[in-house]
């Protein structure tokens, strides 16, 4: 059986995504936070700006910027 390790806590799970269960909630929370900023504010705001008006770490937002559902509201 292949772990992975959590994105974001670092704990070790057994599923394909890329943060554990306990972190999956958190996740899609600031996921939809993030595109509530970007259908507000648009994308041209700097990761730094984003990520104090968001509270989303810039190592998150470099992450949920890389996948397709977040690119299409760009
Ligand atoms: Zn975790």
Do not use: W
């Not at 890329?18 to 939809?32: F, G, T, Y």
């Amino acid at each position: 059986m292949e772990l992975n390790k959590c994105f974001r806590c670092g704990s070790f799970f057994a599923t394909n995504n890329v943060v554990c269960p306990k972190c999956m909630a958190k996740d899609n929370l600031e996921l939809s936070t993030l595109k509530n900023y970007l259908e507000q504010n648009g994308s041209s705001n700097s990761i730094d700006s984003i990520s104090s008006a968001t509270g989303i770490t810039p190592k998150n937002l470099n992450r949920f910027l890389s996948y397709d559902d977040v690119k299409k509201s760009l």
